[in-house]
């Protein structure tokens, strides 16, 4: 394969797959509306078409425009897209869906492709947009990947888990990084145990690469992380790559050498009795999820994929942190009502 339309590929995981592409020597063209910044506007491998994904005759512009060899699908949120993007796009070698670990309908360890039932969508979750539904509508647009491959379209989907790292405007892992960079002490829910699989964004857009190029035809994929952590061990993680950053700026400020200092953060566990001093419920916080939710990526490792040292890839989100204006202030509790719950502890301590 020689040429690939991507259609997003300005934002977050879209952005990185164009990159990816670029460096395994693919033609790239992206779809979108241009509501934002296009990053690879002065890349002459890199054309831009302008247009509403939901809208077919766009896609079928872009079909005859570019005839691609695959197709990344980076923003196909209802079912009706994935329909129409199948049908359109039905002679290319490869069409990816990029679909959710949300898409799984059941609670278990770990959830595995074609063996963990997916979500039910009724036509009214199907054509829903609200957060609710979300997990509902990724499900069916995998199912009309699967009705697709049937009728000999080579369609497949991709399912991430939580996806974090450079460029991710959501800012979930700001939110964390931020509160770690600012507070001696950082409040935790729960025992800090809890596990919720989190993939790394060039990770999955090498995944979408390889499965376009090695995968086969109606199967999915999942992708995270190879190596997962709890959300304490996240904590501390983000803490220690704080310290390493900090200590490579100062060296190259004095252009001495700089050890890496050791990561230093104070933990505070607070179960929801302790939280509902500030008025927190443990949901309020991001990246907790009670009961633990963990892919299985044997699959994708079949086909060769691997996944980028955990470490590398936080010290990398944390980089990019620092560089942006991100801080994840619109999640998660204030930190005056953490204050709150801070008090509380200490008089237990």
Not at 182 to 208: C, I
Not at 256 to 262: H, N, Y
Request: glycine share 6%; aromatic share 6%.
């Amino acid at each position: 394969m020689d040429s690939a339309l991507v259609i997003g590929g300005t934002r977050f995981i879209g952005r990185h797959l164009v990159d990816e592409l670029l460096e395994h020597a693919y033609d790239v063209t992206i779809l979108n509306r241009g509501n934002h910044e296009n990053p690879f506007e002065d890349d002459e491998q890199v054309t831009h078409i302008e247009g509403d994904r939901t809208n077919d005759s766009a896609l079928e512009a872009a079909a005859t425009t570019v005839e691609p060899d695959a197709v990344f699908d980076c923003v196909a949120y209802h079912p009706k897209d994935v329909r129409a993007a199948t049908r359109i796009f039905d002679d290319c070698e490869a069409y990816v869906y990029i679909s959710s670990g949300a898409a799984y309908g059941r609670e278990e360890i770990p959830k595995r492709e074609g063996v963990t039932p997916l979500e039910p969508c009724t036509p009214d979750q199907a054509t829903d947009d609200s957060s609710e539904t979300y997990g509902n509508r990724k499900a069916e647009g995998d199912r009309a990947v699967f009705a697709a491959a049937e009728k000999g379209v080579n369609a497949m989907s991709v399912r991430p888990c939580i996806v974090y790292g450079p460029h991710d405007y959501t800012e979930r892992l700001d939110w964390w990084i931020d509160r770690i960079n600012r507070f001696d002490r950082v409040l935790v829910p729960g025992d800090g145990t809890n596990v919720w699989h989190r993939a790394y964004v060039e990770d999955v857009a090498s995944a979408m690469r390889i499965i376009a190029e090695r995968g086969d035809a109606g199967e999915a994929y999942n992708v995270g992380d190879r190596r997962l952590v709890t959300l304490e061990e996240m904590v501390e993680l983000i803490a220690d790559k704080l310290e390493c950053v900090a200590s490579r700026a100062t060296e190259n400020a004095n252009g001495e050498r700089s050890e890496p200092r050791a990561a230093s953060v104070d933990i505070a566990h607070a179960g929801a009795r302790e939280l509902a001093a500030g008025d927190i419920d443990p949901d309020d916080y991001l990246l907790y999820r009670e009961y633990p939710h963990v892919l299985s990526t044997a699959k994708l490792a079949a086909l060769g994929w691997e996944s980028t040292p955990l470490e590398d890839a936080m010290e990398r989100a944390v980089e990019s942190h620092l560089e942006s204006d991100r801080d994840g202030s619109e999640h998660g509790p204030e930190r005056d009502a953490e204050e709150r719950v801070l008090g509380i502890l200490e008089t237990l301590e």
